[in-house]
Nanobody
Framework: QLRLVESGGGLVQAGGSLRLSCTGS????????MGWFRQAPGKEREFVSA????????SYADSVKGRFAISRDVAKNTVYLQMNSLKSEDTAVYYC???????????????WGQGTQVTVSS
């Protein structure tokens, strides 16, 4: 069983940066496609970014393209989401997830973390 734990969320001013981490335990995440999703209050959970097993393929939602960057560290069994130029509309609970096949559809992900809150003040 793969367990995922997110960290790095917090309160930041608009224009600032945060780096989220998602560390796996129980299994190596190197055999999984890893994704980040977010859910704002009163809204449905939405795709943010995904990275392939080898890290060579990434995908981003249009709303974060050019501002966010996903990466993975095999040795640390961790995937990261670097978030720059944050906006108030980025405020949400951010979740990492794992799947065997590359997809931006959250229904395709098998394992989920508990989420970390990101709040961007304007």
């Amino acid at each position: 069983q793969l367990r995922l734990v997110e960290s790095g969320g917090g309160l930041v001013q608009a224009g600032g940066s945060l780096r989220l981490s998602c560390t796996g335990s129980g299994r190596t995440i190197s055999t999984y496609v890893m994704g980040w999703f977010r859910q704002a209050p009163g809204k449905e959970r939405e795709f943010v970014s995904a990275i392939s097993r080898g890290g060579g393929t990434t995908s981003y939602a249009d709303s974060v393209k050019g501002r966010f960057a996903i990466s993975r560290d095999v040795a640390k069994n961790t995937v990261y989401l670097q978030m720059n130029s944050l906006k108030s509309e980025d405020t949400a609970v951010y979740y990492c997830a794992a799947t065997r096949s590359f997809t931006v559809n959250m229904d395709g992900y098998d394992y989920w973390g508990q989420g970390t809150q990101v709040t961007v003040s304007s």
